[in-house]
């Protein structure tokens, strides 16, 4: 029975006033004598009620060391709709360890442990050069005003507390390296340790001290000399400082959200933020950011001479229509390379194609479903002045040159060849100027290649030679001529 505070009042006031007995009270009110024996010495007050718990005695270490076990299987996986629920756990625990208790107490068991799991923070303090810690966010920005969900690769000093962000568009392996090692050029060191979860891009398998590096990430940690230390699963305590760094760089470098041109831009603008952070102060720190990492820049291993390569790599045919093939995605290369092998090489943001260990091509990285292809016009001149007929309908063509240009080709007086000249004029001098002399002929005129070569050469402004109003002539010494030949000079 609830009592409130009127009938406590009644029974305080009865037995302590009226003197009246406890079954008196209890007849008076209708209410029990256990009530009336509870409350009538003021020992207990009806407003605050002790909480009753009942330890289980089925919820033993070994059941709880396997709930957890769980958790940390889904954390490890990743994978939100493969995950534990409780009543999976229970289930398991009946059939692999036999357990007797109900599954309410395995729901409150896994409540618990969820909502202990990842809030804890333990204050951390390291020494200088020791640790930098990295992680993986997302942020969205507009790119050419498309709205666009990318990654961010975070890195963070543990003891300047100095950043890096540098965003990517896949959260692939390549990134991953390279945006370690790009944190590392901008800090001017190594650091002795980096510390990191345990994502598949860096860990074969296992998970905290246990975790096995994957191949590429051992390679690389051994060329910088530093120790990968993994994180716990569900342990944000360990690396706290760059779990704030994600949150922090979306809230102060990309609110408001920016519009750039491109990934590179946006790269720009990110690295100037990491700039102006070393002007910050943290409260507890003496100094700033930028004093501490000049502080702390002596105790980095030294950069090595080799730069890493981080890239994919892989060898690939050039087919015959002068492309080829990277991860579902097609790239154009010199039309002389048709039927050769050339190197690919592909990084986190980029693509770089390279024929005997020279640069013929670079693009920006495709991603997506795949059979997208990227063209660079140059690439597919030689051909297109072979086969002038193709130039209105080559892909290269079309993805390239705006169709404005392409009309005007059309009425040219040898609209093919023509075309396929213009082509060339705006790889020489740029397709902007070559639109800009279109603009300036009367559409009234009929426009040639010659004509169109005539507003590229520039007039002289000025057809006087500037020469100096003073010739100087400097002395000759003859005398040594004199005395060769035996020639006297009479006054």
Known sequence: MIIDVDIYQQIREMTTKQHMSQRAVAKALGISRNTVKKYCDGD???????????????????????IL?????????????????????????????????????????????KGSIPKSFIPLEFDPGEAMQIDWGEATVYLKGNKTKLNLFCARLCYSCSMFVMAFMHQNEES???????????????????????????????????????????????????????????????????????????????????HLAN?????????????????????????????????????????????????????????????????????????NLIGKDATVKAYGNHINILYHNKTVATYVRLYGSGNATSYTLEH?????????????????????????????????????????KLLRLCLDYSVDRILNIKNQIPYTVQPTIDLVRSYLDEPVKNNIIPMSSEVIVDTVDLSSYDEKFGMVVND
């Open 44 to 66: 207990n007050v009806p407003w605050e009620r002790k909480e009753y718990t009942r330890e289980s005695n089925v919820l033993t270490n070994e059941i709880l060391d396997f």
């Open 69 to 113: 076990k769980c958790l940390e299987e889904d954390k490890k996986e990743g994978l939100v709709k493969q995950s534990h629920t409780a009543r999976r756990i229970y289930h398991r625990l009946v059939s692999e360890k036999n357990f007797t208790g109900g599954e309410s107490t395995i729901r409150s068991a896994v409540k618990d442990i």
């Open 176 to 258: 991953f390296l390279e945006g370690q090692q790009k944190a590392f050029e901008y800090f001017g060191g190594v650091s002795h340790k980096v510390i990191f979860d345990n994502a598949k891009v860096a860990v074969k398998e296992g998970f905290g001290k246990h975790a096995i590096m994957q191949n590429a990430y051992r390679a690389f940690s051994a060329h910088y000399t530093f120790d990968a230390l993994f994180c716990n699963v569900a342990s944000g305590n360990e690396k706290g400082l760059v779990e704030n760094l994600v949150g922090f760089s979306r809230r102060n470098l990309l609110v408001p959200v920016p």
């Open 263 to 335: 990934l590179s831009e946006l790269n720009l603008y990110l690295l100037n933020g990491c700039n102006k952070y070393k002007e910050h102060e943290i409260p507890g720190r003496e100094g700033t950011v930028g004093l501490r990492l000049r502080q702390e820049s002596s105790y980095f291993y030294t950069l090595p001479k080799y730069c890493f390569d981080t890239s994919k790599t892989i060898i690939a045919k050039v087919n015959e229509y002068s492309t080829v093939r990277f991860d579902k995605n097609n790239y154009s290369v010199p039309a």
């Open 380 to 420: 597919y001149m030689p051909l297109l002045e072979r086969k002038p007929r193709s130039v209105f309908h080559a892909k290269p063509v079309r993805q390239v040159i705006q169709k404005d240009l392409l009309e005007w080709g059309m009425k040219f007086p040898n609209a093919n060849r023509d075309t396929v």
